[in-house]
């Protein structure tokens, strides 16, 4: 169960990142693209 919560937090974080960064590239056009 404890490993199932890691799991289900990691994707989370990964889909806040994704979208904290869209968010961010929408705000700012002009800086160059990092992809990781």
Do not use: D, M, S
């Amino acid at each position: 169960l404890y490993g199932g919560l890691v799991l289900i937090a990691r994707c989370l974080a990964f889909i806040f990142a994704k979208f904290y960064e869209h968010k961010k590239n929408r705000i700012n056009p002009e800086a160059p693209q990092q992809n990781t």
